[in-house]
């Protein structure tokens, strides 16, 4: 992998280190078989979460006082172990992001005590976390979530269904959203903590993807949660969700690149050895612009992917235009260079257990998840616009 981007100026040696520690385990761990599956994937998960603990790396999504490795959550460290993390497993990627993204909210937003209960666990990976935002009718227009939360005798009571939850079923923890106050739209929403056992949370269906993930849909029966475990401020829910989605929206290009590196290397090599009308396909011009189209997408996702790390890193409270470009771009070119990879195989590349069969299924739902391709393109050109007002 192609780490000469370390050099650029975003980087500090804390996180060239960290680089090359997640390299060496990945290699080690995944080492050329990282997107195949074979087993259980749950179980599969939980081996990876536990690997992921001991080698430190889930301390990367909590804040330092309750165990993290920075004081506040650090973006260039969040996207540098996914990018590589997603070079040698799809898998290890998202097990490792959904610590994160499960528990960002409470990170950001959570009481003292909730922080204490829930944190450390998320950072030693002996808690498995996940994030419920979307439903059956509310997926891009999160602001038309039907989920009720309503107090009753100094509990919260839940009830609703969520649909596309990574880790659903296996999480020990859930930040849910939910509508709390009676106004329509994004100003009704809050956000709180949901445990695994308490009692009402049922597993509707497994949803099987094209890339094998823990996904599901969940059904909430009257829960009743004790009145702490609201996340900030009633009504705050959309602001706390789009807060975690801006740290966490950069790291999905960040696993997007890892992919399209794979996939750069891979080409490259078969380019390389596969002999065709007497010479090598790499000496075709046509091979050739391919390979230049893939390595010039690397290297503007990740200058923008970086950029947007680095910005929040030095203190901007909000990125989400940055975060939105390096989310489309990355994943955009991602699965254009992927594509450019499996053509370069061949037949090779559409037959099953090749990696560029498995990185085209894997890159396909980042275009969607997290705010798909359009939605970006929407908040960009708001941004845009309010800036040149
Ligand atoms: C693998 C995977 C994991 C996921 N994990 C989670 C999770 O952990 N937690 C969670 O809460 N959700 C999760 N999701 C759900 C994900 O966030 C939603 O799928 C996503 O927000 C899109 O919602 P939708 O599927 O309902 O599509 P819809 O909202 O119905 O949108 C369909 C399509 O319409 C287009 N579109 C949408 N808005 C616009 C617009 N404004 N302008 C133009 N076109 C538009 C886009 O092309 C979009 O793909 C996951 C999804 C997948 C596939």
Redesign the pocket.
């Known amino acids: 992998m192609d780490s000469s981007f370390l050099n650029w100026p975003f980087f500090t040696p804390d996180h060239r280190s960290l680089a090359e520690q997640v390299r060496s385990f990945a290699a080690d761990t995944f080492g050329e078989t990282g997107f195949e599956h074979h087993g259980d994937i749950d179980e599969e998960c939980a081996d990876i979460r536990r690997q992921l603990g001991a080698q430190g790396l889930t301390r990367y999504c909590i804040p330092e006082e309750f165990g993290g490795h920075h004081n506040q959550l650090d973006v260039r460290s969040l996207c540098l172990i996914r990018e590589t993390l997603a070079y040698r497993s799809g898998l290890a990627d998202f097990v490792f992001a959904?610590q994160g993204?499960g528990s960002g909210a409470i990170s950001l937003f959570g009481a003292p005590e909730q922080k204490a209960r829930y944190l450390p666990g998320v950072g030693s990976g002996d808690l498995c976390a996940?994030?419920?935002?979307?439903e059956p009718e509310?997926?891009?227009?999160v602001a038309a979530i039907a989920t009720q939360a309503r107090l009753e005798g100094g509990d919260w009571v839940i009830e609703g269904e969520?649909t596309?939850?990574?880790?659903g079923g296996i999480a020990d923890l859930y930040v849910l959203f939910a509508r709390s106050e009676d106004v329509p739209g994004a100003r009704g929403l809050s956000a709180f903590i949901i445990e695994a056992n308490d009692p009402g949370l049922d597993v509707v269906e497994r949803i099987d993807?094209i890339a094998p993930?823990p996904?599901a849909r969940l059904r909430f029966n009257k829960m009743r949660i004790p009145a702490d475990r609201l996340i900030g401020e009633r009504g705050q829910g959309f602001k706390i969700a789009m807060a975690t989605l801006d740290v966490f929206r950069s790291t999905v290009g960040a696993a997007s690149l890892g992919f399209a590196r794979r996939a750069l290397d891979e080409a490259t090599r078969r380019a390389q050895t596969r002999e065709l009308f007497g010479s090598s396909l790499a000496d075709l011009p046509g091979v050739q612009t391919q390979l230049a189209e893939m390595a010039l997408d690397i290297d503007t996702s990740a200058l923008l992917i970086y950029r947007a790390g680095w910005a929040k890193d030095s203190g901007a409270a909000r990125i989400t235009r940055e975060a939105a470009m390096a989310k489309l771009h990355a994943t955009e070119t991602a699965q254009h260079g992927i594509d450019k990879a499996v053509q370069i195989f061949g037949g090779l590349g559409v037959t099953k257990g090749s990696v560029p069969e498995a990185l085209y299924r894997e890159v396909r739902?980042l275009r969607?998840?997290?705010?798909?391709?359009?939605?970006q393109k929407?908040v960009i050109a708001r941004q845009h616009l309010a800036g040149a007002r």
């Open positions: 959904m993204l996940a994030f419920a935002l979307t509310a997926g891009s227009d969520k596309y939850i990574s880790n993807t993930h996904l739902a969607i998840y997290e705010g798909a391709s359009e939605v929407l």
